[in-house]
């Protein structure tokens, strides 16, 4: 059974009613993020909120965060109220295709940890299943409205199923999106890729792809270079 809460360096994430527990992959999508120029961020898919306090704590900007899931955005709610950016995150229970066809605003940077499953790993549990199928938001609608909601010299920040590089690669380029940096993921020095996070832009220029991974292969800890991207939030590094 998973904790009530995660507690981090500078906030708290209760996460007792979201159906997505805080997790490796968000943490270290967070922590690679780059928002020291963005004045406002966009969270596509909140879940607990945990993205949209981490830009917070690293970054001076106004953030919107968008959650569909009901449960999720009240946790959301609640983590938001007990932090001490409470004033400059806004949350907004809908759809991002919802959102962004609709809303006037643009943005620096966006972020997201979405679902990526598509019709496996089906959860009796409806909420689970709304954070992890893609069907609710699929690639081409997540572009789509990154289209409308982004500022030309604006960046978005993902973390997908390295397996599905390609796919995700495509979809973006379909709507003018290019990958500016790469980061592939081990999660141990002698296992096999399994995730890619990707920094997307409007402008298509060389970019530099890293490798890295999560913990070693000697001993199972985490690797230096996981614990000194990560310090600035996890209690124990």
């Known amino acids: 059974m998973s904790n009530k809460y995660f507690r981090f360096k500078q906030f708290i994430v209760y996460q007792d009613k979201a159906a997505m ?15 020291n120029k963005a004045k406002s961020i966009l969270d596509i898919g909140a879940g607990t909120g945990l993205l949209s306090l981490m ?14 899931e009901s449960k999720s955005f009240l946790q959301a709610k609640e983590n938001i109220e007990l932090s001490v950016w409470k004033n400059r995150i806004s949350l907004v229970h809908s759809s991002f295709q919802d959102f962004a066809s609709t809303t006037t605003l643009k943005f620096d940077s966006a972020i997201s940890n979405p679902p990526y499953f598509n019709g496996s ?10 954070a992890r199928q893609s069907n609710m938001l699929p690639l ?40 500016a940096k790469i980061l592939e993921i081990k999660p141990h020095k ?13 402008n298509k220029k060389p970019f530099k792809t890293e490798q890295f991974s999560i ?21 124990f590094f």
Do not use: M
Not at 21 to 35: I, P, Q, Y
Not at 55 to 68: H, Y
């Open 140 to 179: 081409a609608d997540l572009f789509s409205g990154l289209s409308k909601v982004l500022a030309p010299k604006g960046d978005f920040y993902i973390i997908y199923p390295y397996l599905q590089k390609d796919i995700l690669i495509s979809q973006a380029q379909n709507y003018n999106f290019y990958p």
């Open 190 to 202: 002698n296992k096999p890729l399994h995730r890619i996070a990707i920094c997307f832009s409007k």
């Open 215 to 235: 913990k070693d292969a000697k001993n199972g800890e985490y690797t230096s270079e996981y614990k000194e991207l990560t310090k600035d939030f996890y209690l």
């Open 21 to 35: 527990k805080v997790g490796v992959d968000s943490v270290l999508l967070g922590a690679w993020a780059d928002f």
């Open 55 to 68: 830009a917070a704590q690293k970054s001076k900007a106004e953030i919107t965060a968008v959650e569909i």
């Open 121 to 130: 790993y089906q959860s009796p549990l409806e909420n689970r299943n709304i």
